[in-house]
């Protein structure tokens, strides 16, 4: 029996009387993720770096500097000259920071972290020690800072594995970092797998003031890239890693 118009907005009134009687069904509740627990193989590896850290001193790399009294890369212990070889540059383990070091054989206070991992350096003025009157004085008997700008760049021996540590306090080879980590920063644009080959160089510039003549710089001339994944981390930011005391 066809119904009327009445009779279907009648039907259609009483229907909706009823959908608003009957209770609200209950919001759909999503689980909380349970919270994400390292694993055993994780922890292992967590507790044997701190241990290896504690007993090796730090960085397991030996430390090397670039000498400007004899225009040479050598070793920080011994001052022998660092190999004429190619090294693949760890440029996402480059640590950066403030160090102050001791007037005593204490090891020495570090503000420093990893530059690829979001450490940012804070202001120097956030550091204390402002009174220069305190200060120690430096090599032409004028007060210096006792907080010195540090880089840190590992290079791994690309033959040998053997783990180097370039460490720097001075402009000239904070620049000579700075200017391969910008060359690092075009690869991640381009080829974000990969990691530069350098081989270490002396380079240098005439002084402005002709009683200092020519100046000799270290240098890191790229010669190469190897695939990121081919080479193995080398180790967790310092404990403890020292560099000759300037002055």
Not at 118 to 128: A, T
Not at 216 to 234: E, H, M, N, Y
Request: glycine share 6%; net charge negative; aromatic share 6%.
């Amino acid at each position: 029996m066809t119904r009327t118009t009445e009779q279907a907005l009648q039907q259609q009134q009483e229907d909706a009387a009823r959908d608003r009687q009957r209770p609200a069904s209950p919001q759909a509740v999503v689980p909380t993720p349970p919270p994400v627990v390292p694993t055993p193989a994780a922890n292992d590896r967590a507790a044997r770096n701190r241990y290896l850290e504690e007993i090796a001193g730090g960085m397991p790399g030996r430390l090397i500097k670039f000498s400007g009294k004899v225009n040479k890369f050598v070793t920080v212990d011994d001052g022998s000259d660092v190999e004429d070889a190619d090294y693949i540059a760890l440029c996402p383990e480059t640590l950066v920071g403030w160090i102050k070091f001791a007037s005593d054989d204490s090891p020495p206070e570090r503000v420093m972290g990893l530059l690829y991992d979001g450490f940012r350096m804070p202001p120097r003025e956030e550091l204390g020690d402002l009174d220069q009157t305190q200060w120690p004085a430096g090599l032409n008997n004028a007060p210096q800072d006792p907080w010195l700008h540090q880089m840190a760049l590992p290079l791994m021996n690309a033959t040998t594995q053997e783990l180097l540590v370039f460490t720097t306090l001075n402009e000239t080879g904070r620049r000579t970092v700075g200017r391969l980590l910008q060359h690092y920063e075009r690869m991640l644009r381009l080829n974000s797998d990969e990691l530069p080959v350098v081989r270490l160089k002396i380079g240098g510039f005439n002084h402005r003031d002709p009683r200092v003549g020519w100046v000799s710089t270290p240098q890191f001339a790229i010669v190469g890239r190897v695939k990121r994944d081919s080479v193995a981390k080398s180790a967790a930011p310092p404990d403890d890693f020292n560099e000759e005391i300037p002055f």
